[in-house]
């Protein structure tokens, strides 16, 4: 074959269709017309750079060709076949920016451009939807329409590094195709005449398992692969004599005579790379499952900033942004929206306070608020992201005369503005998700230790990473990917790439706002009157006890918890009255530019600010203030003389906050309102999500419901996918054994779907039961993929969420059998973990819960003890740091605390079985005939509203009879 390779193409492939290879737009339509999957595309041409299309529409997330919209992320293909300088863009939700892909220079085949937003005009372009693929390229190389040799490897999009072995050679593993692959392959060969050929696959999930086709390379051969060689010289060989000599053809070997192809054995560096010793399973035990839920890393304080609004250029805005509806609400959040409301307030806010004295308290409260709203705007010097919100609610209207001057109708002349921004992940919290995603990767995995990459790789590892909606736990699932797999680069394409978003099971408190209010009124009398019975002696079950962990002089802590607030806020007003004062002077504000797109991509502290004196991070000592004054204002009613406990979780957040990153301050009293704080918080953040444990449970239920039927449906899955597994390569053993394993496991599963089957006919729709999808099950070829092993397979699922998940979860495990139907069964958690737990009382930042399932192969299938479920936890930030009294000395120098490690919440040698665990769980869990359909994975959604600009011209008109609609309001309020 070799001596051939230059004169093959003109004996195995037509010429005719080649120049189809050199346009993708030909290529596409190509493979369209022949039935093969390809992304959603459109095609751009210019006839000369920068020409201006009339059908081409480009706003900040997303484009549109001839009415059709791709939203960000998308990804941009030269027309020309030839030039692989492909681009993707990403959404300003997830950090904005563009990925460049290229050919392999060294040992890079991306580079990330953060600022890069704008797509290219320079000539003619594909663009089409962006397909996830959890890391993963697959390439095919066809020798005639039966044969195809498939290999997977990194994909570029994710990081940009390629893995080399020791020969520097990229590292790839052989791999099955499912048989709508295969159809693909023979297809490609079909349509372009083509018997020696290669393509590239996207094996994506978006609602069902499929591969799409994304280009197709021509003459194109395997790099290193001795099998593949030996077959193609076996089917080129037929080829000819089929050709010229079909006589003899029938009495030729179909394999070679000097070459017997053998499966491939591992090499020894191979086998001890892959079977690593970390962590700690029985001889038995393979690991099958690994399950955890994850609180995101350290976050600035959550904040929130209302203020009603009559200015005219608001109302506009408003109108503007809702369609043009008096009643109707307006959510600003896209950079052409934020930066729309910053050109609005910076109007109508002046640089320097007023100081007349004739402004009454109302006016210089709404100018602060004004101000505020300016500031967080302003901070960063762009909008790229997920950070900040601004809702405009209409409360107050007018009736005017319609434009036909027909008739009536009403008019808003004033608003309710809600600001919220802060709770951005910190550069401390990117570190502490890495961290913990490398620990796991070496702790997690005790049969696999650092050879988790190559399980990955190798399409052994099924593993899916979910998100709340949440922007701080979204970049902490990507970092946390980014440890775990060994990832380089920036966290936006990793995010877009391998996390996956569902907000109604990781998001919220769906039902339970109504428990956690009447649990927290509750709170508010037992710390007020301070009536905690014996929570200071012994018992037995201390965590029974009703507001259990609340001091019992906790009514004076609350005062003294006021009157040291009072002082920090003092404290930071002066910082923030000389920091205006030097702005005023200068004309712009003396802070160094922060870049929040900059701040993702680096895990490191801000040293410069540190060392200018100003806060930690992007705050200014303007909102520095405003955090403080409202926690002051919230946590005391001066005019009702009531105390709001329900402050002191956030007054503890800010307190802690600040005491790692901004000690730099030195601000006095810090470190004893951190101790008042938080004693106070430890007994009320637990109590929130129930005062006892029964109420624990009800509303840990309500919250987690969901979360914990996927977990039922993973390890339900995992043991159905086991099972089916033995049954394939156990043929030879007694199938009546097998059998009753699989009935077993079907009674969970398959009788829930044949009843799902029934309601779906009539509804349309399908249920999200399964997520492992059987006909497109992706594995290795295990006679020549190298590895121990082939067809061992682990199932990872990832879960990131926040406090209240964190809590619902935990409180369910701890007390599920006091349920009335689970009466005189033990805890899930021994009584060691439960007095643990009670100790514990926070579950900081980075907090985790893990189920890993092992299978005991020893014995039979049907035996209860053949799946055993270990439960572990971790406290999450170890802030012994702070408690010792915030000494800058004993601060870490990267304000990130180290994550705890884990905690087993079962006695060694323990079993807690599958089914022990599925009884204990199932009446807390959403049963899984109950969850919605599945939705398509879509990346991050594009807020912005098609005819917003059609509207503008509407309103405009109406300007002139606003202005003096709202003056005449002005002038009857202010008399």
Not at 483 to 505: A, Q, Y
Not at 659 to 666: A, I, M
Not at 672 to 688: M, R, T
């Amino acid at each position: 074959m070799y001596c051939l390779h230059s004169k093959l193409p003109f004996l195995v492939n037509e010429l005719a269709p080649q120049y189809l290879l050199h346009d993708r737009s030909k290529v596409y339509q190509q493979l369209k017309l022949y039935g093969v999957p390809v992304p959603t595309y459109a095609v751009v041409r210019r006839e000369y750079p920068n020409q201006e299309l009339s059908y081409f529409v480009e706003e900040d997330d997303f484009i549109e060709i001839h009415g059709k919209r791709f939203c960000k992320p998308f990804v941009e293909k030269p027309i020309d076949g030839d030039d692989h300088n492909i681009m993707i863009y990403y959404p300003s939700l997830a950090g904005g920016g563009m990925k460049e892909l290229f050919r392999k220079v060294g040992n890079r085949s991306s580079e990330f451009y953060p600022y890069v937003r704008k797509v290219r005009r320079d000539g003619s372009y594909i663009y089409e939807e962006f397909m996830p693929t959890g890391g993963t390229d697959v390439k095919v190389y066809t020798v005639g329409p039966v044969y195809a040799h498939a290999e997977a490897r990194k994909s570029p999009v994710v990081d940009g590094v390629v893995m080399r072995n020791s020969d520097g050679k990229e590292v790839r593993y052989p791999v099955l195709l499912t048989p709508s692959e295969k159809q693909i392959a023979r297809s490609i060969c079909q349509a372009f005449r083509q018997a020696v050929c290669g393509f590239d696959l996207l094996r994506c999930d978006l609602g069902e398992a499929t591969s799409y086709v994304c280009d197709v390379n021509g003459w194109s051969f395997v790099k290193s692969s001795y099998k593949y060689y030996d077959d193609a010289a076996c089917i080129l060989r037929k080829i000819f004599l089929d050709e010229k000599a079909p006589h003899i053809a029938s009495t030729i070997p179909t394999s070679l005579p000097w070459k017997i192809s053998e499966p491939v054995q591992p090499s020894d560096a191979v086998r001890c790379h892959e079977r690593g010793t970390v962590g700690i399973s029985r001889p038995s035990e393979e690991l099958r499952c690994v399950i955890a839920v994850i609180r995101h890393g350290d976050r600035t304080p959550k904040q929130k900033v209302k203020l009603k609004v009559t200015e005219e250029k608001l109302l506009n805005l408003m109108l503007k942004y809702n369609g043009g509806k008096a009643h109707a609400e307006a959510k600003l959040k896209s950079a052409l929206q934020l930066q729309d409301l910053l050109d609005a307030t910076r109007i109508l806010v002046p640089r320097a306070r007023s100081g007349r004295e004739s402004d009454s308290d109302v006016e210089v409260e709404h100018a602060e608020k004004l101000r505020q709203v300016r500031a967080v705007l302003e901070e960063g010097g762009h909008f790229s992201g997920i950070y900040r919100k601004v809702q405009l609610k209409p409360s107050n209207w007018v009736r005017v005369p319609k434009d036909n001057r027909e008739g009536e109708e009403e008019y808003p002349v004033e608003a309710l503005m809600v600001l919220k921004y802060g709770g951005v992940l910190t550069h401390a919290g990117r570190k502490q998700a890495e961290e913990l995603g490398r620990y796991f990767r070496n702790n997690m995995y005790p049969s696999e230790g650092p050879g988790l990459l190559r399980l990955h790789s190798t399409y052994r590892h099924d593993l899916k990473i979910y998100s709340s909606d949440e922007g701080r736990v979204q970049m902490s699932a990507a970092a946390f990917a980014k440890g775990l797999l060994d990832l380089e680069g920036e966290l936006t394409p990793i995010l877009v790439s391998l996390v996956s978003k569902d907000s109604s099971m990781l998001d919220g408190f769906q039902d339970g706002t109504i428990d956690i209010n009447e649990a927290k009124a509750q709170l508010h009398d037992i710390i007020i009157s301070s009536e905690v019975a014996n929570c200071n002696e012994p018992m037995e079950f201390p965590w029974m006890v009703d507001g259990a962990r609340v001091p019992k002089n906790a009514a004076q802590l609350l005062t003294d918890l006021a009157e040291l607030t009072k002082e920090i806020t003092a404290q930071v007003k002066m910082l923030s009255d000389d920091e205006d004062e030097k702005a005023a002077i200068g004309g712009d504000s003396p802070n160094p530019p922060y870049d929040i797109a900059t701040a993702l991509g680096n895990a490191e502290i801000d040293t410069d600010r540190i060392s200018a004196g100003l806060p930690c991070g992007s705050e200014s000592f303007l909102l520095m203030f405003a955090r403080w004054k409202k926690l002051e204002r919230g946590l005391y009613n001066e005019r009702k003389k009531r105390f709001d406990t329900t402050q002191i979780p956030d007054i503890y957040d800010s307190c802690k906050y600040d005491l790692l990153h901004n000690s730099h301050l030195n601000l006095t009293g810090l470190s004893d309102l951190f101790k008042v704080s938080q004693l106070l918080a430890d007994g009320v953040i637990p109590n929130e999500y129930g005062i006892n444990p029964k109420q624990k449970l009800k509303i840990g239920s309500k919250i987690a419901r969901r979360l914990l039927g996927k977990i039922l449906i993973d390890l339900h899955n995992t043991r159905r996918e086991v099972t089916a597994a033995a049954a394939e390569s156990n043929t030879h053993n007694d199938t009546t054994t097998v059998s009753s394993a699989k009935l077993k496991e079907r009674s969970y599963y398959e009788e829930v779907r044949n009843e799902c089957v029934e309601r779906s006919s009539s509804n349309k729709k399908a249920i999200d039961l399964d997520d492992s999808h059987e006909e497109t099950k992706y594995c290795l070829d295990p006679k020549y993929a190298n590895v121990v092993d082939p067809e061992r397979r682990v199932r990872t699922r990832l879960y990131f969420t926040s406090e209240s998940h964190m809590h619902s979860l935990m409180n369910i495990l701890r007390y599920c059998n006091l349920d009335e139907s689970l009466n005189g069964e033990e805890s899930l958690v021994c009584r060691s973990s439960l007095d643990l737990l009670f100790k514990t009382r926070e579950l900081d930042y980075m907090s985790y819960i893990v189920l890993r399932m092992f299978e005991n192969t020893e014995v039979p299938l049907e035996h209860p003890k053949r799946f055993r479920i270990e439960m572990t936890f971790s406290r999450g930030a170890d802030i012994s740091s702070l408690e010792s009294g915030g000494k800058e000395s004993l601060l870490p120098d990267d304000h990130t605390m180290p994550i705890m490690e884990p905690e087993r919440l079962q006695e060694v040698g323990s079993y807690i079985t599958l089914d022990k665990f599925d009884k204990m769980a199932r009446p807390f869990a959403m049963p899984a005939e109950d969850f919605p359909p599945a939705a398509p994975s879509q990346p991050l959604p594009v807020r912005f509203c098609k005819d917003i600009e059609l509207q503008a011209g509407k309103l405009q008109h109406k300007s002139d009879m606003l202005s003096g609609i709202l003056k005449r309001k002005t002038k009857k309020l202010q008399e």
